[in-house]
């Protein structure tokens, strides 16, 4: 509850104008990676998630003019996407920020402890080895 709480507080605003929190993970994602990884099956590849939000979510992002698309070198089928000056302006507004200045305030044991914390929680069931099997784990 706690997590969710955190989220909730660092994507306050939730008008549909607003940059939307996978909005924001896009745009982090092509602002940190190379220009082959900029397409849209590896954005979906990487957040976990199918193609069809995340078509929509670029789709919004080039129309807002935060990001560019243009045709993949390495693969007629598909894009790759960039950010643009306004994007690289917004991604400076991301509210994520606020979320790691407090954890970077953090005494170093601490900050340790969390990196820890989250990189388990983070792990699939499939990429934990002592995660057992996770329909015989999963208890209600």
């Known amino acids: 509850m706690l997590i969710e709480k955190i989220v909730r507080e660092t994507y306050a605003s939730a008008r549909s104008k607003e940059t939307q929190p996978l909005q924001w993970s896009i745009l ?3 602002g940190r990676s190379t220009e082959q990884e900029c397409t849209m099956i590896r954005i979906a590849a990487y957040l976990g998630l199918t193609h069809a939000p995340v078509v929509r ?3 919004t992002l080039v129309k807002r003019g935060l990001m560019d698309q243009k045709p993949n070198p390495f693969d007629a089928r598909s894009h790759v996407l960039s950010l643009t000056e306004l994007g690289y302006e917004k991604l400076a507004t991301d509210p994520i920020l606020g979320v790691v200045e407090r ?10 402890f969390f990196k820890r ?3 388990s929680l983070s792990i699939t ?8 099997n996770e329909k015989t784990s999963r208890r209600r």
């Open 117 to 119: 914390l989250i990189r």
């Open 103 to 112: 954890i970077q305030r953090l005494p170093e044991g601490e900050r340790e």
């Open 57 to 59: 979510a670029i789709k």
């Open 125 to 132: 069931p499939e990429q934990n080895e002592i995660g057992g």
């Open 28 to 30: 982090r994602y092509v």
